[in-house]
């Protein structure tokens, strides 16, 4: 079974304070995503890369940055977090294959609360 | 632009009835479409997908979607609903282009009445 790891479940971080989400999956996929999850929005993109040291802006990548110097690990960083980030932070992998579905899997969730 | 509209925010149905989840998408090209569940604090669990083929596809726990291209549906279906089924649901299609991105509906609520 593909296991996509979100280290941190619960996190309550001040505001201005830098944060760091951690994901790791174990089946050699290329792509990785950071998504975020509001009620009544659904999932929004963040970040993708298809690539070591590879990546692509999202849909909302104001106030996000990402890492990815390994494979297997994705990290998303708020570089000075704000109240409105409070969200679901959702990590997610698949394999690459433009001209198929490649089914992408997800982690369990990473709940920010920034006061 | 690819896009999904999930109409309904939630859906009640009875232990054992036949359940119906809704999903229109609007794409350019071929679709490849997804659905999804959310159970409460967890992350998203694939269900099912349609690529090509077959417009009635099978998934995971009893689930079944139909695509329907003329309609440009793809709707979540279940014979007999369970309460354990009470979660929510995500619609999805993959964006166009070289990567493997998804772009997700707004979500619906799904509760089985015992």
């Known amino acids: 079974d593909v296991k996509v790891t979100q280290s941190s479940r619960y996190l309550v971080k001040r505001t201005g304070e830098k944060v760091f989400l951690e994901c790791v999956q174990d089946m050699d996929h290329e792509n990785m995503f950071w998504y975020r999850q509001d009620p009544g929005l659904g999932l929004r993109l963040i970040y993708f890369s298809y690539d070591v040291k590879m990546k692509e802006k999202g849909d909302i990548p104001e106030g996000y940055s990402v890492s990815r110097e390994k494979k297997e690990r994705f990290s998303l960083i708020l570089e000075s977090a704000s109240t409105n980030q409070t969200s679901m932070y959702l990590c997610?992998?698949?394999?690459?294959?433009?001209?198929?579905?490649?089914?992408?899997?997800f982690g369990e969730g990473s709940w920010l609360t920034v006061v | 632009a690819q896009s999904v509209a999930q109409p309904e925010d939630q859906v009640n149905v009875a232990e054992g009835n036949p359940l119906t989840v809704k999903c229109t998408y609007s794409v350019s090209g071929n679709p490849y479409l997804f659905w999804y569940v959310q159970y409460p604090n967890r992350g998203l669990q694939f269900l099912l997908k349609y690529i090509t083929g077959d417009n009635l596809v099978k998934g995971s726990y009893g689930f079944e979607a139909e695509f329907n291209k003329s309609q440009t549906s793809f709707h979540l279906k279940k014979p007999s609903a369970l309460v354990s089924d009470s979660a929510l649901y995500f619609c999805?299609?993959?964006?166009?282009?070289?990567?493997?991105?998804?772009?997700f509906g707004t979500g619906t609520l799904l509760a089985v009445q015992p």
């Open positions: 997610a992998s698949s394999l690459w294959a433009p001209s198929s579905g490649n089914t992408i899997y």
């Open positions: 999805a299609v993959r964006d166009g282009g070289a990567t493997n991105k998804l772009i």
